[in-house]
């Protein structure tokens, strides 16, 4: 349930813990939007929300996330924004390939923030990820991850 900007400032961290992790699963990320409260507007909340990801937090994070084109396997708030986020992607079989060519060479899940966008284009953006290098695919994934936490976010906490 979205709680408003009061009601997240003054929540119990224990309380709110859960809903953050269901926005981006990396505890540093957490604890850090956690200790910066009170926040004085949504904008302020959206910036510290911008924490730069290790490696080790890009990876442990995607780890969470569905395949673009699979149904999520999480219940709950996380599940829902999944399947919210990839309403647009109706070429599951496409993706099927695409998937499994990204995997055998990054290591890990194609990770793009899919909100608003359809599921050609989604799969246009994967294979011009094809052409990155590891380390420079990871650093893409971050900043996608950063994104969904952002839109996540918004969702948790309201006006």
């Not at 986020?85 to 060479?105: L, M, R, T």
């Not at 359809?118 to 950063?146: F, M, Q």
Request: glycine share 6%.
């Amino acid at each position: 349930m979205p709680l408003t900007l009061t009601d997240f400032n003054a929540a119990d961290a224990d309380d709110v813990r859960p809903a953050l992790t269901a926005c981006l699963a990396v505890p540093r990320w957490v604890d850090a939007i956690l200790g910066h409260r009170p926040y004085e507007s949504r904008d302020a909340l959206r910036a510290a929300a911008q924490l730069p990801l290790s490696s080790d937090e890009i990876r442990q994070a995607m780890a969470a996330h569905p395949r673009i084109g699979e149904k999520p396997k999480q219940h709950g708030t996380e599940g829902d924004w999944s399947r919210s986020e990839q309403s647009g992607v109706d070429n599951a079989d496409a993706f099927a390939a695409a998937n499994a060519e990204y995997e055998a060479k990054f290591g890990h899940v194609y990770l793009v923030c899919a909100s608003g966008r359809s599921g050609e284009e989604l799969l246009k953006i994967l294979e011009s990820r094809l052409d990155n290098d590891p380390a420079t695919e990871l650093a893409v994934a971050g900043r996608e991850l950063l994104k969904i936490a952002e839109l996540r976010l918004a969702k948790a906490v309201t006006a």
